[in-house]
């Protein structure tokens, strides 16, 4: 399994990278670019209304579920809901291991070999780095990343475990079913009585399918269960991040720049 991760870490993170910045550059691109942003349309009837950036944000981040998805598919808004509390959480877990991460890495102080299972050695390997950053609620990573918060660190993000397991069943509920996009209860008075079968696309239900591999393999290296069974994890956690750049899992970085685009237009009352 290291053999693998070792093989396969390098090139998951490269395409990574590449990936991103390929698709960072083409929004900059996109941004210098003479294209200007529609203006207002003030001389409809019934024109929307210039608004503050606050009540912009709130109509672009929840009028939508709360108008659509919440009414006419409540499984699908609760396991997407439960999801990406969880998943939201858990990146920025990582992220605050990553930078710690890189912070000892740059001072050369000893890290935790993972497959080893050693609390201190010089394996900087790409594979042992991305292990560490993936098992960071693990006790021993948790106790080099964040000394005595370590326990503290681990019992909070149960939470978003648990939070991620729950929306991931009833996101396998929703795959299995055919249920993304489905209008499965009245929507409201205009439509009442309308059904609509949803569809189940390919690259999102191998995405759920390697998220229950993630989350039950993080369960079982929290509850020490199965030795090195966080190799096992990293490699899932390496296939998104593989598909990353390239599949509708870009939303995870690019939903920000488009929340900030989708406020602007409300704000300038181009939009509802
Ligand atoms: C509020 C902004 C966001 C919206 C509107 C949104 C929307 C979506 C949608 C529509 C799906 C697909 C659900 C389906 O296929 O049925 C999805 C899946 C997903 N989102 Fe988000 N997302 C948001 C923010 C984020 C963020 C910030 C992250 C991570 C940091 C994230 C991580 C994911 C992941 C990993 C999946 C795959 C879940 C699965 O297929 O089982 N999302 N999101």
Redesign the pocket.
Known sequence: MVAILNFYAPIALTVFVAGTLYKILRHIGMMVSRRRPMGSTQGALDAPQPMSWGEAFKRV?FYPIAMFPRRSNPV?TLG?TL??IG??TT?IGYTVAGVILAGRVAAGVPVPDVAAGLSESSNYSAANLVSIIFADAEPMVANFLFGGFGPTFAAITWIDVLCALTG?LL?LF?RANRL?GAITRDLNDPVRGVRVSGSR?PV?AF??VV?TGIIWTEILARLALVPNIVLLHSLFGLT?LLIFPFS??W??LY??VA?VYAAARRRRGALA
């Open positions: 981040i699908w997407f999801y990406h998943i939201i990146v991931n996101m929703v993304s696309p999102n995405v759920t998220i998104l509708y899992l939303h995870m939903v920000w929340f």
